[in-house]
């Protein structure tokens, strides 16, 4: 089954997206973009993620890429049992600091982002076979689909749902070791050389398991060069600002393709229960505060009681609403006529209409607060957080503290001065991510994705130099 001649009908696009709700919720997001600009989209993700297809308006195939997930509360969502540990490992890992948390996930990323490169590679060539898309949308960090995509020579575009380090823009740029660093988190010279270390050897390995799989099966595509940086030829959506201080892309490569944040331009109305809630805060108080640490972080129920209690001591006339996942329970002894816990929170809609937020610097966090113009505490905690932490930081968008070191004095401090004056950067860069919305770059990716648009070129392989 081929995919009938450009032109002769709406581009058909299959958006993939692995089975985690911060990473399906913007892509199905740009997938309904990509319907409303004509394109015939079919969203592939696990089953439970359907509903995030009906939501944006397009087809939905179950397709499995991966063997954990998270539906939007990562403890409560069942896991096979060795998932269940490495989870628990890792949140264990963040209570001891940045370097902690950072190598844990090294010595679990082979297993979590490459688990059957095989398998998944059988189950793209089923899924064209049957649907014969015209280009394909995947995650950057879903590398198996991706370089299933490379082997079959099946035209995609990449899109990044994290920090744009998340695609090396240089061979000495490490996945997994934050470009940059915010003032509350400095790690020691030893701490770094441990962490590249580690990070090396995680990308020499991960590159050499590519090259073994494509040698294997698709002999004649291509060398997919340096794992970590494999990205589409045509073009690379960044669901991030675009900010000037950036690690630099080279010349002659894709479309980089900036957007702003990935949420709809009207957030789902959440009922009356809701609109209760903020009521009866907004009643007795003169300024409320949403606390959310994201799907796995809602977990660290010990930063989540120490910025109540911070709350309740430094800012009396503040209220918060505290989305604690599957520890609800363990703290609804601190909820009361200035603390509504529930276990998730509408955020999208929250945050047009609190005073300010907390948040563990996750991109879908970061950019949905840019967005909304709230005011930001950034407690970062792994993964891309830090460079996030770092460029909110930098722009005059948000203040940032180490959650390792945190204490009720310092957090209500930042807290009391993030709700008096307002980071100065706000409102100039939330104009212009205000302007980057599904839209916007729907339209954009279109028309990269033309097959005439685009300069023929070899796939990104940025740093294919040897690792050092």
């Known amino acids: 089954m081929e995919p009938s001649a450009p032109g002769s009908r709406p581009p058909r696009v299959v958006v993939v997206s692995p089975p985690f709700a911060s990473h399906a919720q913007p ?27 009906q939501r944006a308006g397009v087809t939905f195939v179950p397709l499995a890429i991966t063997r954990n997930s ?30 902690s948390a950072l190598l844990t996930q090294c010595r679990h990323r082979g297993q979590d982002m490459l688990p059957d490169p095989e398998d998944t590679l059988a189950r793209i060539r089923s899924l064209h076979a049957r649907l014969a898309p015209d280009w394909y949308v995947v995650d950057q960090l879903s590398y198996p689909v991706t370089l299933a995509l490379h082997c079959l020579g099946l035209r995609y575009a990449t899109f990044c749902p994290g920090h744009p380090t998340y695609v090396p823009a240089s061979g000495s740029a490490l996945f997994g070791v934050p470009y940059a660093w915010p003032e509350a988190i400095r ?40 794992a970590f940086a494999l990205a589409s030829p045509h073009a690379v959506v960044f669901n991030y600002p675009e900010f000037p201080w950036l690690p630099g892309r080279p010349d002659g490569g894709p479309a980089f393709v900036h957007g702003g944040h990935g949420v709809p331009a009207v957030p789902p109305d959440p009922g009356a229960r809701w609109e209760a809630v903020l009521g009866r805060l907004r009643a007795t108080h003169r300024r409320v505060v949403l606390i959310a640490l994201g799907t796995f972080l809602s977990a660290r129920d010990d930063v989540l009681a120490l910025l109540v209690r911070s709350l309740r001591a430094h800012l009396p006339d503040t209220a918060a609403i505290v989305a604690a996942g599957d520890r609800a329970a363990a703290l609804s002894h601190l909820a009361g006529p200035d603390v509504h816990i529930d276990d998730v929170v509408p955020q999208h809609w929250l945050l047009g209409k609190v005073d300010a937020m907390v948040h563990h610097g996750g991109n879908n966090s970061f950019t949905e607060a840019l967005a909304s113009e709230t005011p930001a505490l950034v407690l970062p905690f792994s993964s891309d957080q830090f460079a996030i932490a770092h460029d909110a930081e930098r722009a005059g968008l948000a203040l940032c503290l180490d959650p390792s070191r945190l204490d009720e004095r310092t957090a209500g401090t930042a807290l009391r001065r993030l709700l008096d004056a307002p980071p100065p950067g706000l409102r100039h860069w939330s104009r212009r991510v205000g302007r980057r919305g599904p839209d916007w770059v729907a339209h954009r990716l279109m028309g990269a994705m033309e097959p005439d648009g685009v300069r023929p070129v070899r796939p990104v392989r940025a740093g294919v130099v040897p690792v050092r």
Do not use: I, Y
Request: proline share 8%; aromatic share 6%.
């Open 27 to 53: 892509l199905s997001v740009l997938a309904g973009a990509l319907a409303r600009r004509g394109a015939d989209v079919v969203f592939a993700c696990g089953p439970p993620f359907e509903g995030f297809a």
């Open 70 to 99: 998270n539906t939007g509360v990562a403890r409560s969502t069942p896991q096979a049992a060795e998932e269940r540990r490495r989870l628990d490992e890792f949140l264990e890992s963040t209570r001891r600091g940045a370097v």
């Open 187 to 226: 790690p020691s010279g030893e701490e770094l050389a441990e962490l590249r270390r580690a990070a090396r050897e995680v990308d020499t390995e991960f590159t050499r398991r590519f090259a073994e799989t494509a040698r294997l099966h698709a002999p004649d595509a291509p060398p997919p060069g340096r």
